[in-house]
């Protein structure tokens, strides 16, 4: 169930609550919280200050969402999320645009002191992909139990080429408070960068984009890292 303050608007509200029964294999640790019945509840703040949702050149686009969700499974705590993303785009140049994003999360469990690894591992945060740090092909590969507390920094420089092709230059880093595979009941910082460039193809559903990543930090794949993806400049993205 959701409500939206204006559907159509740069600036809205919009809140949600929810019911669902999740059923997954467990991972190595949370057994107990990866299925069972979930109740949810949050509310969401958008502004899309841009010339163009699809193609922005300027503006800034800001999100921000908190979170709460419950569950009826025995000994498992209520949990809330905290989530901010702000994006900037200035055009540069005689027709390039450069564009850069910061995001943030928070884990906690309620009451306080709770084993935080009770949540389950789809509310956990990640880092990782063709909208994260390209340099890693998807968050597991970066963090297989994921974390708590994450931190991503995204900047790119996009250039027109011919017709609808373009490109871009870009670096990404991001740090992430996640579980260690070792000792499932402590958190440890992991941190990683990539840098790279790319091709997109404008379409009218968006860019579609092809990237190119060397990634460097403590737990870097060897090699070139290739990505693909259909992006947005929405929230999600």
């Known amino acids: 169930i959701s409500f939206l303050s ?53 503006g800034t686009i800001f999100h921000f ?41 928070y884990l906690e469990t ?10 389950p591992t789809i509310d956990r945060f990640d880092l990782g992909g063709a909208t994260s740090l390209r340099g890693w092909t998807k968050p597991a590969n970066f963090s297989p139990l994921g974390g708590v ?32 595979q070792d000792n499932y009941d402590r958190l440890s910082w992991l941190s990683g960068w990539d840098t790279g460039a790319g091709i997109n193809l404008l379409t009218p559903l968006g860019p579609i984009r092809f990237d190119a990543a060397k990634p460097f930090g403590q737990n870097a794949p060897g090699g070139i890292t290739y990505q693909m993806a259909l992006l947005y400049t929405d929230r999600k993205s």
Do not use: C
């Open 149 to 180: 507390l994450k931190g991503l920094f995204n900047m790119e420089l996009r250039l027109p080429i011919i017709w609808i092709i373009g490109g871009e230059l870009f670096i990404d880093g991001g740090v992430l408070r996640a579980f260690k």
């Open 65 to 105: 969402k908190p979170s709460f969700v419950g569950t009826i499974v025995s000994d498992a705590p209520y949990y809330f999320k905290l989530e901010a993303d702000i994006r900037r785009y200035r055009p540069v140049f005689n027709r390039g645009v450069l564009a850069y994003r910061l995001k943030a999360g």
């Open 6 to 58: 204006s559907r159509f608007s740069r600036t809205r509200w919009q809140g949600r609550f929810g019911w669902a029964f999740i059923f997954a294999e467990p991972d190595v640790f949370d057994s107990v919280a990866t299925e069972g019945a979930y109740r949810s509840a949050s509310i969401e703040y958008l502004h899309q200050g841009v010339d163009n949702l699809l193609t922005p050149s300027k």
């Open 110 to 119: 309620l009451p306080a002191g709770n084993s935080v690894h009770l949540a």
